[in-house]
């Protein structure tokens, strides 16, 4: 096989640079997708004042685009979890291919699903922060100040693990060209 | 280079193969993305009764992520038409490996923005027929019927481009692994 004039660079033992590369930036991407997970499923504020019937309390549960945020964060996370034995198998198998296509395939999925569910977070956030007097959904981070800073921040990590992902699966197509 | 037990098939003609489904698979997410958009881009609904000071009218730029949608969809269509040049190009020159990268890039960031203006659009339209009674938003579905199933329907399309853009990314690997 003749190395035409668009090859990136050939040599195979690059790939090993790219497969630990890959497997830091898995790192990276559990650290962000998991923190974001706990501190958005960990959220919950009462606020100090009640009424006979009613206690004032937001948790993340009350609103279902968080509870999806949660679970696709969670499932991305574990994912990432199980993908490093494979990400160290391509560090010791340089040459492996279709493990490679596999990892694309899933990692593709895994950034989609984490970008849904950090994209229909943001959307309620949003409202949370502005309201939208257009349909009348009024603001309620006035009252719930603590639970709206919160839940903004945990949206960071998953965002950071999205970014992660994208840049997982380019190396994917470099790492495949130059077997 | 010999072709090691873990490789798929390497003849390189079938590349070409993988190049044509590739322009296919690129029109049908072209309609679909651009067609979500230019539905949910002319949804607008009057209702039959107005006060003095208001008329009751709904349009998707009162709510943001209707508008971030529309946006999304646009700039992924603009995106899949472009490309359409270096699918065409790869049917040519089988061999291509650095635009063939490029391409998996792009596509990759294409999908997660798609997936982020379709998410959140979900996510408000989910709340536009629900409403959230914990936190006093209301549904809104009732009054804006006709508006709310042409938002519905129009996500269908973008999803689709996303699935489209998920078998494009995994044809890049495969394409990218058999050269």
Redesign the interface.
Known sequence: ?KA?P???GVAPPANRGIAILDFFLRLIAIIGTLASAIAMATTNQTLPFFSQFVRFR?KFN????FTFFVVASSIVSAYLILSLAISILHIVKA???????LL??LD??A??LL??????????V???HNG?N?????S?CQQYNDFCKRVSGSLIGSYAG?VML?IL??L???A??R?
């Open positions: 096989m035409g668009l090859q990136l937001a009350d609103l279902p685009s040459h492996a291919v279709n493990s490679r296509i694309l395939f593709t999925a950034m989609g970008m849904a569910g950090s994209a229909a977070a943001t959307a309620i949003q409202l949370a939208n257009k349909v009348n959904w009024f309620i999205v994208i699966i380019l994917s197509g470099v495949l060209s077997r």
